[in-house]
């Protein structure tokens, strides 16, 4: 993260780059993934935990599922939150998982 609440462009290439974002929704997650990056917020609220950042939000749709048996589902998690503890500017990283790939289905459908 830059100063001015700008992504670092080597950080946006990386969450752009197709190998590197099908890794993480098809391998990682299973699941798409939303990640916005930002700063903390400075008016001490706790309204808006943070201000994304100019170009800060990336989506990947996860793929097709990697293993025999698993079924898409409608769900999405809650955003997980973490701000950086050791870095020049503070930055506070979003991630959030929806529609992930699971055997709930085939687990019901066993029974």
């Not at 993260?1 to 990386?14: F, G, K, S």
């Not at 100019?54 to 701000?83: I, K, N, W």
């Not at 503890?85 to 503070?90: A, D, G, Q, R």
Request: hydrophobic share 45%.
């Amino acid at each position: 993260m830059l100063a001015d609440n700008v992504v670092n462009p080597l950080v946006t290439a990386a969450l752009k780059d197709v190998d590197y974002a099908s890794f993480m929704a098809d391998r990682l997650a299973e699941a798409d993934v939303d990640i916005v990056l930002g700063l903390p917020s400075s008016d001490g609220g706790d309204a808006v935990p943070f201000v994304p950042a100019v170009d800060g939000q990336f989506h990947v749709d996860v793929g097709p599922p990697g293993r025999l048996g698993m079924t898409q589902e409608p769900l999405s998690g809650d955003a997980l939150v973490r701000t950086s503890t050791i870095s020049k500017y503070p930055y506070v990283i979003v991630v959030q998982l929806s529609n992930p790939y699971t055997f709930r289905q085939t687990a019901i459908d066993n029974v």
